[in-house]
């Protein structure tokens, strides 16, 4: 009994093991505390509202490298809830937010991106 638990305990830090080096994309780290060091990341949240001020659920966010300081975007998008709002991580950088719903983009809104740093980016959709 004793040899089937060595053997699971085994193969379960050689999977965790060759999971951690597999190369693949990785989800965004947790912030850390102070005690080990800043944040990799920082946040990017806004609402997405219509030309009469509605929110608007379900609206694609898409960022765009603004210049080379971004090197890796985790998503291609996020979506909004249904109250309009998103939040998003993302690396320091510099980028464009664009909004895309029901056939309609909102203009580019830029945001800068610092480590451990809170953003607001709000988009309006036209019409």
């Not at 190369?23 to 060091?37: I, L, R």
């Not at 509202?49 to 890796?72: C, E, F, N, W």
């Amino acid at each position: 009994m004793k040899r089937i638990g060595l053997l699971a305990t085994l193969i379960l830090t050689a999977g965790a093991a060759g999971a951690c080096t597999s190369g693949g994309a990785q989800p965004p780290p947790v912030a850390m505390s102070k005690a080990t060091g800043p944040s990799l990341w920082g946040t990017v949240s806004g609402t997405v509202h219509d030309g009469g001020g509605r929110p608007v659920g379900g609206a694609l966010i898409v960022p765009a490298a603004a210049d080379a300081s971004v090197t890796d975007i985790p998503e291609i998008a996020v979506t909004t809830d249904g109250d309009g709002r998103y939040e998003w991580r993302l690396r320091p950088g510099h980028y464009t937010l664009t909004a895309q719903a029901q056939g309609r983009s909102s203009a580019p809104v830029p945001v800068t991106v610092e480590a451990a740093g809170r953003h607001a980016a709000d988009l309006v959709l036209p019409g």
